[in-house]
């Protein structure tokens, strides 16, 4: 049984299930081959010297241009166009020939971005920066080994991939419930939008009687958690705060470890899954064995681009990716800031809930080419959505019932097409417009 048929069923079957079931499919995750024999394969590499890594890279990403080169169409007129031939490279600057790959020319080229080979793949989709959908062709595999490279580094702050137990505030579709076991990750899923001071208590009997050692998510949700945690008198204590999805600023950091009494980890990536950054104390450090990743200076001193040649999906290569991603160079040190937007919407209850919480990637939400929310009153927002397609009262409906699972009770939605939307400072798209004080 594959991946995605586990999954299905994971959503599918009463809790009461989940639970009984939970060994059977927590091994699903971590008894699988290319999980075992990436996890290994990660552990050898960290072994090795600077110098031997850097051997190593070399020889995937060169491995990687030739299968681009033989499988991929895109490629392959790129290549020729260019007179580049990737057998004949010998180091890993010689790609600096190639022009950048954008989300725009991955759009206009989605089919030729295909490889030929009969890989089995899954279909995803990230809206990015100007929220068009960027539809992404991903091998099964890269499941496995994406999470191989994630438990590899949270095994460094103590995480035990057969024994420890995960608490994550994230934006799932609840169904009027607080909270959701999910045995793949032997984990439970609580709702970021259902917390405020009135529902905390009942947040905490849930917490104690997992018994989650190590807690993950969004920084904001973190925060609020945090805050509502002080305001109970409660106490609560972790092994380790795993963030996802969001920067976190030093103050942001401190004011969880010192609530929630564990040290704190993050790491860089994103669905494309051609880059993967750890962090360590100040500064994130980009996993060789996951793709080559260069830094491209900007107009701005000492920030730079981050693009990005992945080895982990062949199905859809991304070669010199340019992400919208900025690394800023600092005192020695490396910070990453991504594209997540740091305002928030405000509930009915004083429930903060952020962009990255709420999901646009769903078929419902297809038609729009880009998005924005505006708040003037508590409990209350406009969407204003630019369309991409002709969008019919049908669809309208169909992204009201979408956001409604998510927002019942919580936020009233107004959806309004419009023709333009407010542009940040840099012109790029701001996800959420905020008029009330935080």
């Not at 999906?313 to 040190?333: E, F, Q």
Request: hydrophobic share 35%; charged share 30%; net charge positive.
């Amino acid at each position: 049984m594959d991946f995605n048929k586990i999954k299905k069923l994971n959503e599918k079957c009463p809790q009461f299930i989940k639970v009984a079931c939970a060994p059977f499919i927590r091994g699903k995750l971590i008894k699988n081959k290319v999980f075992i024999n990436t996890y290994k394969e990660i552990n050898q590499f960290n072994s090795l010297s600077e110098e031997e890594k850097d051997l190593q890279q070399f020889k995937k990403l060169k491995d990687n241009l030739i299968y681009c080169y033989n499988n991929v169409q895109y490629y392959k007129d790129l290549f020729d166009k260019i007179k580049f031939d990737p057998y004949k490279i010998t180091r890993v600057q010689d790609i600096k020939i190639i022009p950048y790959l954008t989300k725009e020319i991955v759009i206009e080229n989605e089919g030729k971005l295909l490889s030929k080979d009969n890989i089995n793949y899954y279909l995803a989709h990230t809206g990015g920066s100007s929220g068009k959908p960027l539809s992404l062709y991903l091998d099964r595999e890269s499941i496995y080994k994406e999470r191989a490279f994630v438990y590899n580094y949270w095994g460094k702050f103590g995480y035990d991939v057969k024994k420890s137990k995960m608490l994550t505030f994230r934006g799932l579709e609840f169904e009027g419930k607080t909270y959701k076991f999910n045995p793949i990750y032997n984990e439970i899923v609580m709702s970021p939008f259902k917390l405020n001071i009135n529902t905390i208590d009942e947040y905490i009997k849930i917490i104690r009687k997992f018994k989650p050692n190590f807690i993950c998510g969004y920084p904001s949700a973190l925060m609020n958690f945090c805050r509502l945690l002080e305001k109970s008198k409660e106490s609560l204590a972790f092994k380790g705060i795993f963030f996802i999805s969001e920067n976190c600023s030093v103050e942001e950091k401190n004011y969880i470890e010192g609530v929630l009494k564990g040290k704190s980890a993050i790491f860089y990536g994103h669905s494309e899954r051609a880059v993967f950054a750890e962090r360590y104390d100040d500064t994130y450090v980009f996993n060789k064995l996951y793709g080559y990743t260069e830094l491209i200076p900007t107009e701005e001193e000492n920030k730079y681009r981050i693009v990005c040649t992945g080895f982990l999906n062949k199905k859809m290569p991304l070669v010199r990716y340019m992400t919208d991603d900025i690394a800023v160079m600092h005192d020695g040190n490396m910070d990453i800031i991504g594209h997540w937007d740091k305002e928030m919407l405000i509930g009915k209850n004083d429930e903060k809930i952020s962009i990255a919480s709420i999901n646009f990637h769903t078929d419902e939400f297809k038609k729009i080419k880009q998005y924005q929310f505006e708040q003037l009153e508590k409990g209350k927002v406009i969407l204003k959505i630019i369309k991409e397609e002709n969008i019919s009262k049908d669809d309208i409906n169909l992204m009201n019932k979408a956001l409604e699972k998510k927002l019942k009770n919580i936020l009233d939605v107004e959806i309004r097409i419009v023709d333009s939307i407010a542009l940040s400072n840099r012109g790029k798209v701001k996800k959420i417009i905020q008029h009330l004080k935080s």
